[in-house]
């Protein structure tokens, strides 16, 4: 099962609330990857929801799911894609990439 890690960040867009966490994306398409998005984390429903949010005050809403994937498009609008690196789990909707630091359960980081 995939559980998804959190890292704090300090500062904040105003879109975002307090306790937003900072991730790497490419957005629009872009090559390279930077810290400008922030992630919420809110529950909907019974359901655990992550919002990321962009530098421009668009978003994307995630479901967290325990099936292994990680994370599933919550809009349905456009169909994602996930894939594990390391402890990071790369995810690409549309012409956007994040990535979300992830730790793998039952892998080998609990082995002495």
């Not at 099962?1 to 105003?14: E, F, I, N, T």
């Not at 957005?27 to 984390?41: D, H, I, P, Y």
């Not at 994307?60 to 609008?77: H, M």
């Amino acid at each position: 099962m995939l559980c998804l890690a959190g890292c704090s960040s300090g500062d904040g867009q105003p879109q975002a609330d307090a306790g937003a966490e900072r991730i790497e994306c490419a957005l629009g398409g872009a090559e390279q990857f930077a810290q400008s998005c922030l992630v919420e984390r809110v529950a909907v429903e019974g359901k655990g929801i992550v919002v990321v949010r962009h530098p421009d005050g668009s978003f994307r809403r995630f479901e967290l799911v325990s099936d292994g994937r990680g994370l599933t498009s919550a809009d349905g609008a456009d169909e994602l894609t996930t894939e594990l690196k390391g402890q990071m789990l790369g995810v690409t909707v549309g012409a956007d990439r994040y990535l979300f630091p992830a730790t793998v359960r039952g892998s080998d980081e609990t082995a002495n």
